[in-house]
């Protein structure tokens, strides 16, 4: 069984907002004011970049969240 720290929380909430971040980035938005790097009107102009930026944040806190943050229990006999 897995026991979770304090603190937990708190890193699965960034890693949801960064997966969002991921999401929003791509969508297309006509109203935007000059064409992504990709060559389209995205709800960011930076798309590729802040794409990959969010990616790599949410895997780190995902990595952090996953190492530092669950403690194994030992069974004990």
């Given at each position: 069984?897995?026991?979770?720290?304090?603190?937990?929380?708190?890193?699965?909430?960034?890693?949801?907002?960064?997966?969002?971040?991921?999401?929003?980035?791509?969508?297309?938005?006509?109203?935007?004011s000059k064409n992504c790097l990709l060559g389209?009107?995205?709800?960011?102009?930076?798309?590729?970049?802040?794409?990959?930026?969010?990616?790599?944040?949410?895997?780190?806190?995902?990595?952090?969240?996953?190492?530092?943050?669950?403690?194994?229990?030992?069974?004990?006999?």
């Amino acid at each position: 069984m897995k026991q979770k720290k304090k603190g937990y929380g708190l890193l699965m909430i960034l890693t949801i907002i960064f997966t969002l971040g991921i999401i929003s980035t791509l969508i297309p938005q006509a109203t935007a004011s000059k064409n992504c790097l990709l060559g389209y009107k995205a709800h960011c102009t930076f798309t590729p970049i802040s794409t990959l930026f969010c990616i790599i944040l949410a895997g780190a806190i995902c990595k952090i969240r996953k190492t530092k943050f669950t403690v194994q229990e030992q069974n004990k006999l």
